[in-house]
Antibody
Framework: QVQMLQSGAEVKKPGASVKVPCKAS????????INWVRQAPGQGLEWMGF??????????GYAQKFQGRVSMTWNTSTSTAYMELNNLRSEDTAMYYC??????????????????????WGTGTTVSVSS | SSDLTQDPAVSVALGQTVRITCQGD??????ATWYQQKPGLAPVLLIY???NRPSGIPDRFSGSSSGDTASLSIAGSQAEDEATYYC??????????FGGGTKLTVL
């Protein structure tokens, strides 16, 4: 079955970087976009960005809040996505999820709309930032 | 802060119907997706556009929308439905946004 496997936990000091892996299995890695979402303790979900490993596109897109501080990469040969966050601060303490994206397309006479939704989520990686 | 607004908490009596709402400008152009999250677990896809349920999701869950508001309805609420529910929308670039979440208590 489709799985997004994530490691357990990372502990970092302020100013450091963290690189969170997400190993996909059960589907063709290049056929689906992967999104990254984080959740601070007791808080809601926060979208961080996406990566499209399709070799036709090789795209990434980041939430404005994380521009310049986040990088999403992948290794197609190992079906592994990575999210790297730099210059960590205490507010970055959170659970970090990767999630596979599926697309629902609605077509009308005038336009075609692509709806992106997260159909399979990883188990999450806890990142704690503390001095 | 979120561009999508949800009530922080809602309660429902066991077996009754509850509606959880999500409001935001993007919902005038895009149908919402809904996720369920139980404590200590990753979110689970509940409803995707347009009012589709993944396999394994009971048909007591349904979605609807009107104007700038999307709604998730749970008919005949069960104890196991106690969870936090998040709506999700997007922009034309595929950038997603989430509501702040609604914690549902089943009494």
């Amino acid at each position: 079955q489709v799985q997004m496997l994530q490691s357990g936990a990372e502990v970092k000091k302020p100013g450091a970087s963290v690189k969170v892996p997400c190993k996909a299995s059960g589907y063709t890695f290049t056929n689906h976009i992967i999104n990254w979402v984080r959740q601070a303790p007791g808080q809601g979900l926060e979208w961080m960005g996406f990566m499209d490993p399709d070799p036709k596109y090789n795209l990434t897109g980041y939430a404005q809040k994380f521009q310049g501080r986040v990088s999403m990469t992948w290794n197609t040969s190992t079906s592994t996505a990575y999210m790297e966050l730099n210059n960590l601060r205490s507010e970055d303490t959170a659970m970090y999820y990767c999630a596979r994206v599926s697309v629902e397309i609605f077509s009308s006479e005038f336009q075609e709309v692509h709806y992106y939704y997260l159909d399979v989520w990883g188990t999450g990686t806890t990142v704690s930032v503390s001095s | 802060s979120s561009d999508l607004t949800q009530d922080p908490a809602v309660s429902v009596a066991l077996g009754q119907t509850v509606r959880i709402t999500c409001q935001g400008d993007s919902l005038r152009n895009y149908f919402a997706t809904w996720y369920q999250q139980k404590p200590g677990l990753a979110p689970v896809l509940l409803i995707y556009p347009k009012d589709n349920r993944p396999s394994g999701i009971p048909d007591r869950f349904s979605g609807s929308s009107s104007g700038d508001t999307a709604s998730l309805s749970i008919a005949g609420s069960q104890a196991e439905d106690e969870a936090t529910y998040y709506c999700q929308s997007q922009d034309r670039y595929g950038h997603l946004s989430f509501g702040g979440g609604t914690k549902l208590t089943v009494l």
